[in-house]
């Protein structure tokens, strides 16, 4: 039988959780400071094997866990899609210019956390999100 939750201590969680909220950016600033070094050892070729991949799949991945607790859904948003074409690539399936979405991927969590756009981030959200699935001319 499930008990019923005591209202105080829900309001208690809730505090715990707001307070937290404004450290969360400082945590997602760090996240993303390994995420474009991730990124940047995978480009360059210093880590251009599935290790690579992996590591940035792990911190995107630990990212978007944290994102919607903490009032950022679209960074969570852009994690997903991020593990899920790092998943794409490792097995293969990746279009034709993978290299270009995971770029834009990166790019746009890292927009999202410096300019603060919490929520679904709006128009900006929905347009950043319509950035990636369009692909450019040379990705159809």
């Known amino acids: 039988m499930i008990s ?3 209202p105080e201590a829900l309001k208690r969680a809730e505090a715990a959780l707001a307070a937290l909220e404004h ?3 400082e945590w997602a600033e760090a996240d993303c400071a390994r995420l ?6 995978w480009v360059s070729g210093t880590d251009h094997d599935d290790s690579g991949l992996r590591r940035l ?3 995107a991945h630990d990212m978007k866990g944290q994102a919607a607790t903490f009032g950022y859904p679209l960074i969570g948003e ?11 690539v490792e097995a293969g399936e990746g279009g034709l210019d993978e ?3 995971l770029a834009a991927l990166v790019a746009a969590t890292g927009r999202v956390i410096r300019e603060r756009i919490s929520g679904d981030g709006g128009a900006v959200g929905a347009a950043l999100l319509a950035g990636i699935d369009d692909p450019g001319p040379d990705d159809r």
């Open 23 to 25: 450290i969360y950016i």
């Open 36 to 41: 474009d070094a991730a990124w940047t050892a």
């Open 99 to 101: 290299r270009t979405r």
């Open 78 to 88: 852009l994690g997903n899609r991020l593990c899920r074409l790092i998943e794409a």
């Open 4 to 6: 019923a939750v005591d």
């Open 57 to 59: 799949f792990s911190v």
